[in-house]
C-alpha cells in the first residue's frame, strides 16, 4: 500500500472556508479522506497480530480483498 501526503493549497483552503473550491476541493478532499482510511485498515492489520493466529489469517484475508478491489477500480 502507498500512502500519500495530502497538502491543501491555500487558497484552496481558502475557497472551501468559504463554501466554494468546486471540483478541485472535492477531488483534494476525497483523496486525503481514503488516505485516511486506508491508514486506519493498516492500523487494523497491525492490532490484529496480536490477537492470535485465527484474527491475524481474517484480518489479512479481508485486506488483501481490499486492496485487491482497489487495484481494480
Do not use: T, W
Request: glycine residues 10%; negative net charge.
Amino acid at each position: 500500500m502507498i500512502l500519500e501526503h495530502h497538502r491543501l493549497p491555500q487558497p484552496l483552503f481558502d475557497a472551501i472556508a468559504e463554501g466554494g473550491g468546486g471540483a478541485e476541493a472535492v477531488a483534494a478532499l476525497a483523496a486525503a479522506q481514503h488516505s485516511k482510511h486506508m491508514l486506519l485498515l493498516a492500523g487494523v492489520l497491525e492490532a490484529s497480530q496480536a490477537a492470535g493466529p485465527d484474527q491475524r489469517c481474517f484480518a489479512r484475508r479481508g485486506y488483501d480483498l481490499l486492496a485487491d478491489a482497489q487495484d481494480h477500480d
